[in-house]
């Protein structure tokens, strides 16, 4: 309540240079998420404004989804900047089926924007983005990737590094790239539904390989390879998609040791490695064979469409390149430009941690909800995995649910066949708040119980 803001430091209308500051010191920790607000009234009286102005302000602010306002109660600053959804069916008042990454006050995405963007152009301006740049991109920001992903791969060198517009991108242009309509590709037996697409659009036949809640069997792999002759594996190694299986050391060795031994490509999908820093993807372990694949989308924002492939040799980054210009020409010049600046100032890393503790947190908020609940996790994942028994399938469970006005996602959405394992996957970050994770969870639990007890219908 006693919060005035420094209204000279930011330029433009005065309403807007509330909001600024409303931002600023969120991003600054002056104003932490649930604090109240001065009233309209009030701050209008501090400032020595008109009351619609700072009317004007805080309903800016609220469509930024910095603060909200409750009934009776005031203003108070929001838990997260995520937006009211807007495209879903009217029965769905709760949807955690898009496995996306939440966005915390403390990430501060709305004015790191608009900084980082300032900054662009005031050192070369905004025109230089507008036309065509070179595929895969320039060499600075090849090179401000490749300095970042020294921590994921070791021998991270920029002339390896090409630079795509989403993950998926990379996932369906290494499959151009490696295979040929009718080959076969080798992933876990739940994967991807961008991998299960991509292979789809391209005539290629996926195999699922048997997979335990650690991950991809390594003597599984080693016998599909040898029957099948693949010529790629694709993998998701950390907290893998749909599952959260996460492979030990130990396995990321054998699986080195097994692509090594075929001499199979394999398409290494990091998106989520930004999220566990500790445990090095395999192309740190064979990466003259590894085209390791990392994205921002589930550790900053999906939007930004901007993903970094680490190609296993010069020639393999050629053929790449090759392949994005024939397909998609190039990623967003000014995107590509805004994460550059990002990691050379070290942004990047400081909203991956913000979106990386509130990923615990909610992680934490589920442990205690569904307590008794037999479901896998990982301590910063955005998703959680809920095993059903063999002959119960996720249908029932998914109709009871969506008539309880929460949408998840069932395995179907990611077998490769119908040897893989069943259950539910509920994404924790798709929950604009974790107040309405919380009412989410509690209608999971219940209908758990409900599922355990009886058939439902």
Request: glycine letters at 8%; proline letters at 7%.
């Amino acid at each position: 309540m006693d919060w005035l803001p420094t209204l000279s430091e930011w330029p433009g209308p005065t309403y807007r240079r509330i909001v600024d500051a409303i931002a600023a010191d969120i991003g600054s920790g002056k104003l932490l998420r649930g604090e109240r607000l001065p009233t309209h009234r009030a701050l209008a009286a501090k400032l020595d404004l008109d009351l619609t102005t700072v009317t004007r302000a805080y309903g800016e602010a609220r469509k930024r989804g910095l603060i909200e306002a409750r009934v009776g109660q005031g203003t108070f600053v929001s838990e997260t900047t995520a937006r009211v959804p807007s495209d879903h069916s009217a029965l769905v008042q709760i949807d955690l089926s898009m496995n996306i990454p939440p966005q915390p006050l403390e990430a501060n995405l709305d004015l790191r924007i608009a900084q980082g963007l300032a900054s662009i152009r005031q050192a070369s301006g905004f025109s230089a983005f507008l036309n065509y740049l070179r595929p895969g991109g320039g060499d600075d920001d090849r090179a401000a990737a490749a300095d970042w992903l020294h921590t994921r791969g070791p021998e991270a060198a920029y002339q390896r590094v090409v630079i795509f517009p989403g993950s998926q991108a990379i996932i369906f242009n290494a499959l151009l790239t490696l295979t040929t309509p009718g080959d076969i590709v080798l992933t876990e037996a739940l994967t991807f539904p961008g991998a299960r697409a991509a292979a789809a659009k391209l005539g290629v036949r996926l195999i699922g390989v048997p997979m335990d809640k650690e991950g991809v069997l390594p003597d599984a792999l080693e016998k599909a390879c040898r029957i099948h002759q693949p010529k790629a594996v694709y993998l998701v190694p950390t907290q893998q998609n749909p599952t959260t299986a996460t492979l030990r050391t130990d396995r990321r060795k054998a699986v080195a040791a097994i692509i090594r031994k075929f001499g199979t490509p394999l398409i290494e999908d990091d998106v989520y490695g930004p999220l566990e820093p500790s445990m090095p993807p395999i192309a740190a372990l064979a990466p003259e064979l590894t085209y390791l694949a990392v994205s921002v989308a589930k550790c900053i924002s999906p939007g930004l469409r901007v993903a970094y492939l680490l190609a296993p040799d010069a020639a393999a980054e050629a053929s790449m390149r090759t392949a994005l210009q024939a397909t998609m020409q190039m990623p967003q010049p000014l995107m590509v430009a805004l994460m550059t600046h990002w990691l050379r100032t070290g942004v990047a890393d400081e909203i991956i941690r913000a979106v990386r503790n509130e990923a615990t947190a909610r992680q934490q908020l589920a442990a205690r909800l569904l307590k008794g609940i037999d479901y896998a996790a990982r301590p910063a994942s955005h998703h959680i995995w809920l095993p059903l028994p063999a002959n119960r399938g996720a249908p029932e469970l998914l109709a009871y649910l969506s008539r309880r006005g929460l949408a998840v996602v069932g395995e179907d959405a990611f077998a490769v066949d119908d040897t893989g394992p069943r259950g539910i996957r509920i994404s924790l970050g798709a929950a604009r708040n974790r107040a309405e994770l919380s009412s989410a969870l509690q209608v999971l639990s219940g209908a758990m119980s409900s599922f355990a007890a009886v058939q439902i219908v």
